[in-house]
Structure formats: C-alpha cells, structure tokens
C-alpha cells in the first residue's frame, strides 16, 4: 500500500514554469511505477508521464514532449513533473499515480492502483 500527495501547482503565466512533487509513504515507493495524468473541466483524465522504477525509462503524452520532465528520487519517496513552457491547455488538476504491477509506466489510468488528490495547474494566457 501507499499513499501519494502531491504540491506544486499554483497559477502560472503562459510560458511559465511549475515543478509538481508527489510524496509517497511506505518503504516500497521503489518498486512502483509512476505516473502523472491530469483532468480538465468537462474532460476525461488523460495521462501525462510515466517513469520505471529505475527512473531510467521514461514515457510522454505528444503534446508534453519536450516541454515537460518527469523524474524521481527514490532516497527520498519523491517522483517529480517540471513542467516548462506551459500552454492555458494545460490547465488542469494534475495527479500522480503507482502503478501496483510492472516495472515500466505505462499510459493506461486503469493499469495505476494508488493515485492521490490531485493538484490545480492553472495557466493565464
């Protein structure tokens, strides 16, 4: 089991920068995939990033790749999304996710059995 809570979002300009951090209790944060997906209003959750347990692999939605950078420290229980030159498109609550089986992330929500509460991205144009 674990428990994930993310920080980071806030209100940025169009161009801006935000860093989201997820913290994971437990001692086995290390074993889990993870994910970022995000939901705006009146739309489905869709998925963002995901990154293997290493950290050595990592997987991007098209419209994030290269602006966005996931990563994690697993001294710390930490997976981290820096998101630069940021669209009012991706306005949105952002959450983080363990996926419960499998070494890679993967872009299938339904493959992630522990998300947390979300956090508010929003983007001004």
């Known amino acids: 089991q674990v428990q994930l809570v993310e920080s980071g979002g806030g209100l940025v300009q169009a161009g801006g920068s935000l860093r989201l951090s997820c913290a994971a209790s437990?001692?086995?944060?290390?074993?889990?995939?993870m994910g970022w997906f995000r939901q705006a209003p009146g739309k489905e959750r869709e998925f963002v990033a995901a990154i293997s347990v290493s950290g050595g692999s990592t997987l991007y939605q098209a419209s994030v790749k290269g602006r966005f950078t996931i990563s994690r420290d697993n001294a710390k229980n930490t997976v981290y999304l820096q998101m630069d030159s940021l669209k009012p498109e991706d306005t949105a609550v952002y959450y983080c996710?363990?996926?419960?089986?499998?070494?890679?992330?993967?872009?299938?929500?339904?493959?992630?059995?522990?998300w947390g509460q979300g956090t508010q991205v929003t983007v001004s144009s």
């Open positions: 996710a363990a996926r419960r089986v499998g070494v890679y992330g993967v872009p299938e929500a339904a493959e992630y059995g522990y």
């Open positions: 437990g001692r086995t944060f290390s074993s889990y995939a």
